[in-house]
């Protein structure tokens, strides 16, 4: 076995140990949030269109080749 595959294998165990339930938990909540911002974001984007439907359609008129 080369160094470079010795280093690897080491390596490779101490993230296994480190990355425990903690870094699951940690991610788990990250995303929830990231999806709760993106919800938000949907909700603002509805009420715009519901209030102006129809100018940000006019103003979102493909010009030719855009």
Known sequence: M????KK???TGKAVEETD???ASAKLA???KK???DVEKILDEI???LEENAE???KNDV???GE
Do not use: N, S
């Not at 080369?2 to 595959?5: D, F, I, P, S």
């Open 8 to 10: 690897e294998r080491r």
């Open 55 to 57: 100018e940000f359609v």
């Open 29 to 31: 909540k990250k995303g």
């Open 34 to 36: 990231l999806a709760a």
């Open 46 to 48: 509805d009420a715009v």
């Open 20 to 22: 425990g339930d903690g």
């Open 62 to 64: 493909q010009r030719g």
């Open 2 to 5: 080369t160094e470079q595959q």
